[in-house]
């Protein structure tokens, strides 16, 4: 079984960084993709990047792209997001997910629905 657990949120200001850690457990990873979803109060759960644990490639949303970095330690079963100059709209209760790839489409990475493993997630609170 596959267990996620997320740290490293917490209260920031605007312009201030942040980088949460996701230790992953239970499966070995080679054919999975993982990445990390958040959720605003009142809004839908929402895309903001995955990692294929293999290769390495990146999917970003494209309002995070050039402030947040996704990355992955093998050894250690961990997965980051690096999150730079963070704005108030930013949030969030943020998700880790992982699952395992038996097939592909282009929307893949962006769909909650195609994850099968979830955190419980982490408060990410960014004040003006």
């Known amino acids: 079984q596959v267990q996620l657990v997320e740290s490293g949120g917490g209260l920031v200001q605007a312009g201030d960084s942040l980088r949460l850690s996701c230790a992953a457990s239970?499966?070995?990873?080679?054919?999975?993709?993982m990445g990390w979803f958040r959720q605003a109060p009142g809004k839908e759960r929402e895309f903001v990047a995955a990692?294929?644990?293999?290769?390495?490639?990146?999917y970003y949303a494209d309002f995070v792209k050039g402030r947040f970095i996704i990355s992955r330690d093998k050894a250690k079963n961990m997965l980051y997001l690096q999150m730079n100059s963070l704005k108030p709209e930013d949030t969030a209760v943020y998700y880790c997910?992982?699952?395992?790839?038996?097939?592909?489409?282009?929307?893949?990475?962006?769909?909650?629905?195609?994850?099968?493993?979830w955190g419980r997630g982490t408060q990410v609170t960014v004040s003006s």
């Open positions: 997910t992982a699952d395992e790839i038996k097939s592909w489409s282009s929307s893949r990475p962006y769909d909650p629905r195609e994850y099968d493993y």
């Open positions: 990692i294929m644990w293999s290769g390495g490639s990146t």
């Open positions: 239970g499966r070995t990873f080679g054919s999975f993709i």
